[in-house]
Nanobody, 122 residues
């Protein structure tokens, strides 16, 4: 079992930045990802990163603005969010997958955090 705890959410003005963190319990190594869900919208993929951190991939909507990274020594994954827009407002979830490259499907991820709220004011 893996427990994921997100932090770093909050209220920010459009154009601002936030950095989300996710602390993972356990010793196994997983591919990691971030998803988000806005009110009355479906959950969507945001970013993913492989176990080694050697490869990262993003949703088109955040490419060039968000950066996912990880520190395996700390069992942590991060999401640096720059140039935030009102449409980035959502609950952001940290996820972990046993697959080498789970890509963008939520069904490929095995563990989920409880989420952290990000609100971008315009």
């Amino acid at each position: 079992q893996v427990q994921l705890v997100e932090s770093g959410g909050g209220l920010v003005q459009a154009g601002g930045s936030l950095r989300l963190s996710c602390a993972a319990s356990g010793r196994s190594s997983y591919s990691m990802g971030w998803f988000r869900q806005a009110p009355q919208k479906e959950r969507e993929f945001v970013a993913g990163i492989t176990r080694s951190g050697g490869s990262a991939y993003y949703a088109d909507s955040v490419k060039g603005r968000f950066t996912i990274s990880r520190d395996n020594a700390k069992n942590a994954v991060y999401l640096q969010m720059n140039s935030l827009k009102a449409e980035d407002t959502a609950v952001y979830y940290c996820t972990a997958s046993k697959l080498l490259v789970p890509w963008r499907s939520g069904n490929s991820y095995d563990y989920w955090g409880q989420g952290t709220q990000v609100t971008v004011s315009s």
